[in-house]
């Protein structure tokens, strides 16, 4: 299965917007541009030919010469983004060549990504049209109404979603396409392949693979990032 990865980089991030001004997925992590760092993952699998980095048109040149520092084997697209997440991964699709069989959309602020979290969600695909990795919820949930607790929230059955999420290239350019003639913004790409019909499995994902979000986040990355230089 020939296999591409689409990263959506475009957010400014806004929670972690510093007096920089510089975006998050173009923020310095343990010495890398934080989007640099999914580039490697995806090029350490073999299955991976190529990659679809999706950012603001005004950070493209900053884009590149982050790039230009790599030795990366996989073929690389740079294209601007949409005005959303869902619309820059709409556009990422459309430098995807056509021969591709699978889609691995993975977000910049997830520094974090092992290359065998990738390989999971594709081999995933031999018997479903999409994959997610995911983490079991271990907390205790709770429902309320003006910080008043209106129910406690059965954990069986959840899910924390993360990315990477693998796709068959058909089903996910179909229900990218459907969404945006219903004008539906989902927020993940995987309750786009839902809503139209697909079969969407998990696959066991990483408590590592954080979302960054806040300073705090920055921080933890960067530590673990540099741990796992050592």
């Not at 980095?53 to 030795?71: F, G, I, T």
């Not at 065998?116 to 049209?129: F, G, I, K, N, P």
């Not at 003639?181 to 839902?194: I, K, N, P, Y």
Request: charged share 25%.
């Amino acid at each position: 299965m020939s296999a591409w990865g689409l990263i959506p980089a475009a957010g400014a991030g806004e929670r972690l917007m510093m007096h920089d001004g510089i975006p998050k997925a173009m923020r310095p992590v343990a010495g890398s541009a934080m989007f640099v760092h999914s580039l490697r993952a995806f090029d350490a699998v073999d299955a991976i030919e190529g990659a679809v980095l999706v950012v603001d048109e005004l950070w493209m040149e900053h884009a590149l010469s982050e790039l230009v520092k790599e030795s990366l084997r996989i073929k690389l697209e740079l294209i601007g983004g949409g005005p959303s997440r869902q619309a820059s991964v709409t556009q990422g699709l459309k430098a995807v060549p056509p021969t591709v069989d699978a889609v691995v959309v993975h977000d910049a602020a997830r520094p974090l990504v092992d290359p065998q979290l990738v390989q999971r969600v594709l081999m995933a695909l031999d018997e479903a049209d999409g994959a997610v990795c995911a983490v079991a919820l271990e907390d205790t949930l709770k429902r309320a109404d003006d910080l008043v607790v209106t129910q406690t929230v059965p954990r069986d059955g959840l899910w924390r979603a993360q990315t990477p999420q693998a796709f068959r290239a058909a089903v996910l350019r179909d229900a990218h396409a459907r969404a945006r003639e219903d004008a539906f913004e989902g927020t993940d790409d995987a309750v786009l392949v839902e809503r139209a019909g697909g079969h969407v499995t998990l696959v066991d994902g990483d408590p590592r693979n954080v979302k960054i979000t806040t300073v705090g986040d920055l921080a933890l990355a960067e530590m673990l990032l540099e741990e796992g230089a050592r």
